[in-house]
């Protein structure tokens, strides 16, 4: 009789099967699961050196897969790393002028100081006045031999200060790359204000980052994910396209990275990835030239480490009013696609070239899209490339698809096109998108019911750094739709149920990893990654999810992370 390494007994475990099953005991022997059931049938595996754990009634999941996070630069925009000046560290313009001069009285003259976090609809002069946005001046006083640079919640924009234009050479006269957006006050002076592909201006002189910082940020993320029960992560923006992003962080020195430690076999945790070929503002032939070039790397367990696909950028974000929407924001305008091109005809066939591209290389294709104009026109892309290349089973998916309407979720569905959402997005600015879209428009925003009744496949991401990978707070707000500052329910018909909600993160996030046969669920044969977190999950008032603690997290039959008692 081979005896298992592992039983785990007494608990309500959720084995995401077919039919989300629920049952007590499960056991592991090796890096696999081997028995799942009631405690008889799990009992003949228990041997003389069998670790037996009384789970107490606590809940065991499916290793959680944050399907789309940046983790290396999670691990540069979080402290030891960055300064924090996300809400609630901070709640002010004062409070981020007051962080930054803490920082200055610390470095020395010349120094960066770069930080990340900081959000326009959780600043107390913003909100209190009508058109008061952060800029440069407000830096300046605190700041004037230190260049300043600090990213928003979203990256999507950056706030910078005086000294840091006078370093790059950035003025009035400066070429803003294809849409991005450098804004100006209405004497069209500059803010330090810069959006989308803008940013690069800036982003392209700070600190190159030597292979020693970027590694250590990589573990300081890898051992964030962990205590947060998450057994599995794709990072979607690795390649020349992100040179210039979080600091190089998102280039393919971060690539390289991350095949540096899979092949000491020191990951701990499993790294799926998407090349990104070119940045916010690239062209299709860029996007061409970079994908020819880049030699993808591989480890030596591609269960633990491997290259899925390619990222394309669509357009920007909402709060940006970056997002290429049908009917016009509040206040006017409709935004645009990011890519290269001086009209709308030419930037959607530069996206749709560069679709069709990365699928005849053979590649998965991950599409950044947020606006329903967008939306439809990455949508026709995606399904052009299929019709006109056929392939088997490529799963490309929607990043983000914030507005994705119910006419193009249907057509999603049929040609078997995910949608990777993000609740802890919708949860953090669900009170600030009614100013920018409107009402009706916020409450759809991030679709679920609709994006589950079309059969869409649906995977859940926390799009860290940009939230914190708390997919405990992605549950509860699929369920709840409550916002983070109000708690004000946004679009009460687009709640979906806890099973619905955990295979987002577990079953169908191993769809999108191509991986639903070996990882995912909890059934004899799947490598035995487990989540186990205190209470029951079944149970427990959805308000409350949120606070439920990770108590152990396993990693092909490894514990890489217990919680101290």
């Known amino acids: 009789m081979?005896?298992?390494?592992?039983?785990?007994?007494?608990?309500?475990?959720?084995?995401?099967?077919?039919?989300?099953?629920?049952?007590?005991?499960?056991?592991?022997?090796?890096?696999?699961?081997?028995?799942?059931?009631?405690?008889?049938?799990?009992?003949?595996?228990?041997?003389?050196?069998?670790?037996?754990?009384?789970?107490?009634?606590?809940?065991?999941?499916?290793?959680?897969?944050?399907?789309?996070?940046h983790a290396i630069a999670f691990g540069l925009d979080t402290p030891p790393l960055s300064l924090d000046v996300a809400y609630p560290t901070v709640r002010s313009i004062a409070d981020v002028v007051g962080a930054v001069q803490t920082a200055v009285d610390a470095a020395a003259d010349g120094e960066w100081i770069i930080g990340t976090g900081w959000d326009e609809g959780y600043l107390d002069e913003c909100r209190d006045e009508s058109g008061r946005s952060p800029t440069r001046w407000d830096l300046d006083a605190v700041s004037a031999n230190n260049?300043?640079?600090?990213?928003?919640?979203?990256?999507?924009?950056?706030?910078?200060?005086?000294?840091?234009?006078?370093?790059?050479?950035?003025?009035?006269?400066?070429?803003?790359?294809?849409?991005g957006r450098a804004i100006k006050n209405a004497d069209g002076v500059l803010t330090g204000i810069f959006m989308e592909g803008a940013q690069s201006l800036v982003q392209s002189a700070l600190p190159i980052l030597d292979d020693a910082r970027r590694e250590k940020a990589a573990r300081s993320a890898i051992a964030s994910l962990q205590r947060e029960g998450i057994t599995s992560f794709t990072d979607p923006a690795l390649g020349p396209g992100g040179e210039a992003l979080a600091g190089g962080a998102m280039g393919s020195v971060g690539l390289a990275t991350y095949a540096r430690l899979a092949a000491a076999d020191e990951l701990g945790i499993r790294v799926s990835v998407l090349l990104l070929p070119c940045g916010m503002s690239g062209t299709a032939e860029e996007f061409a030239d970079n994908l020819a070039s880049i030699e993808p790397p591989t480890g030596p367990d591609p269960r633990m480490f491997r290259v899925l696909g390619v990222k394309v950028f669509a357009d920007g974000i909402p709060l940006s009013k970056t997002s290429w929407m049908h009917e016009e924001y509040v206040g006017?305008?409709?935004?645009?696609?990011?890519?290269?091109?001086?009209?709308?005809?030419?930037?959607?066939?530069?996206?749709?070239?560069?679709?069709?591209?990365?699928?005849?290389?053979?590649?998965?294709?991950?599409?950044?899209?947020?606006?329903?104009?967008?939306?439809?026109t990455v949508a026709s892309a995606l399904i052009a490339a299929q019709r006109d290349h056929p392939r088997d089973d490529p799963r490309h998916y929607l990043i983000h698809g914030d507005f994705v309407s119910r006419e193009t979720l249907d057509r999603l569905a049929e040609a078997g096109i995910g949608v990777n959402m993000n609740p802890t997005i919708k949860w953090t600015i669900a009170d600030l998108e009614p100013e920018f879209v409107g009402r009706d428009r916020a409450?759809?925003?991030?679709?679920?019911?609709?994006?589950?009744?079309?059969?869409?496949?649906?995977?859940?991401?926390?799009?860290?750094?940009?939230?914190?990978?708390?997919?405990?707070?992605?549950?509860?707000?699929?369920?709840?739709?409550?916002?983070?500052?109000?708690?004000?329910?946004?679009?009460?018909?687009?709640?979906?149920?806890?099973?619905?909600?955990?295979?987002?993160?577990?079953?169908?996030?191993?769809?999108?990893?191509?991986?639903?046969?070996?990882?995912?669920?909890?059934?004899?044969?799947?490598?035995?990654?487990?989540?186990?977190?205190?209470?029951?999950?079944?149970?427990?008032?959805?308000?409350?999810?949120?606070?439920?603690?990770?108590?152990?997290?396993?990693?092909?039959g490894t514990v890489v992370y217990e919680r101290t008692p």
Request: charged letters at 20%; proline letters at 4%; a negative charge.
């Open 147 to 179: 260049p300043v640079f600090l990213q928003d919640f979203s990256r999507h924009t950056s706030w910078v200060n005086s000294a840091a234009l006078k370093l790059v050479g950035v003025d009035e006269n400066t070429a803003v790359p294809e849409g």
């Open 2 to 69: 081979n005896y298992a390494d592992s039983v785990y007994i007494n608990g309500r475990v959720f084995t995401v099967d077919a039919n989300f099953s629920i049952t007590s005991s499960v056991a592991v022997t090796g890096d696999v699961i081997t028995a799942v059931g009631t405690y008889d049938d799990v009992a003949e595996q228990i041997g003389p050196d069998t670790a037996v754990i009384d789970l107490v009634g606590n809940t065991v999941l499916p290793g959680i897969n944050d399907s789309h996070l």
């Open 443 to 556: 409450a759809y925003e991030f679709p679920y019911r609709s994006a589950a009744d079309a059969g869409v496949r649906l995977m859940s991401s926390s799009d860290a750094p940009v939230t914190m990978p708390n997919w405990r707070q992605g549950l509860s707000t699929m369920i709840l739709r409550e916002s983070k500052a109000s708690k004000t329910v946004s679009g009460p018909d687009q709640t979906i149920t806890l099973a619905q909600a955990l295979r987002t993160y577990t079953i169908d996030a191993a769809w999108q990893d191509f991986a639903e046969d070996w990882k995912g669920s909890i059934e004899v044969g799947k490598v035995a990654d487990l989540t186990i977190v205190e209470g029951d999950l079944e149970t427990i008032d959805p308000h409350d999810i949120p606070a439920m603690a990770v108590l152990r997290t396993v990693v092909g």
């Open 332 to 376: 006017g305008g409709c935004g645009s696609l990011c890519v290269g091109g001086e009209t709308d005809e030419r930037r959607v066939e530069q996206v749709t070239e560069m679709i069709r591209r990365g699928h005849v290389e053979g590649y998965q294709v991950g599409v950044h899209v947020t606006g329903d104009r967008a939306i439809d």
